[in-house]
């Protein structure tokens, strides 16, 4: 099992909907989790980054995260095309504050 | 402005040469990472930093070296001994142990490419 497992997709969703994307760990002492968007040939930029159970907004984008079920999800509400992007889960390992990666799901939004 | 450089954007390496890629923080961070990341995988670490003068292997650190001898610098050589090294390589920053955790920002990356 991968420390941190996402859909590689690619994820389609229409102009304007609300895209879901979905992040499992398997440590369950980790604290921290963020997202990360990359374009395609740049370096990951990060979005949002959530340290307790619930869901943390920031704009067209809610993180949430659940503990008990080991998840982390993120949705951003209204797409546009400029969120083509491929998305990237990060989970902090305790023991020494590493960052262990997910490979990340493609999204594509149609216009 | 405060940012993360790396130089150069692109790399091309011979058979048998070391190579060594450039990175640059001006945001007074203590931490510094570089990544390795290839197509449809996660990025994974090669070596981290938590303070000048000291570094650690990260999970893929063979055929790889590091130094910091400046909190600004961590450059990566790529040494003949790796194998396949053909990849993006990223250079991310961060501080340590912050209460917001371990927010890493990263630089434009590097595409390496061997001949």
């Known amino acids: 099992q991968k420390e941190v497992e996402q859909n590689s997709g690619p994820l389609s969703v229409p102009e304007g909907a609300i895209a879901s994307l979905n992040c499992t760990y398997s440590d369950r002492v980790s604290q921290s989790f963020f997202w990360y968007r990359q374009y395609s040939g740049k370096s990951p930029e990060l979005i949002m980054s959530?340290?307790s159970n619930g869901d943390k907004e920031d704009g067209r984008f809610t993180a949430q995260l659940n503990k008990a079920s080991q998840y982390v999800s993120l949705l951003i509400r209204d797409s546009q095309p400029s969120d083509s992007a491929t998305y990237l889960c990060a989970v902090n390992r305790k023991s020494n504050y590493q960052l262990i990666w997910g490979a990340g799901t493609k999204l594509i939004i149609k216009p | 402005d405060g940012g993360i450089t790396q130089s150069p954007k692109y790399l091309f390496r011979k058979e048998g040469q070391n190579v060594t890629l450039s990175c640059e923080q001006n945001l007074n961070h203590d931490a510094m990472y570089w990544y390795r990341q290839d197509p449809g995988q996660g990025l994974r670490l090669i070596y981290y930093s938590q303070i000048v003068n000291d570094f650690q292997k990260g999970d893929i650190a063979e055929g790889y070296s590091v130094s910091r001898e400046k909190k600004e610098s961590f450059p990566l050589t790529v040494t003949s001994a790796q194998k396949n090294p053909t990849a993006f390589y990223l250079c991310?920053?961060?501080?340590?142990?912050?209460?917001?955790?371990?927010?890493?920002?990263f630089g434009p990356g590097t595409r390496l490419t061997v001949l």
């Open positions: 959530i340290y």
């Open positions: 991310a920053s961060s501080i340590p142990g912050a209460t917001v955790g371990n927010e890493q920002f």
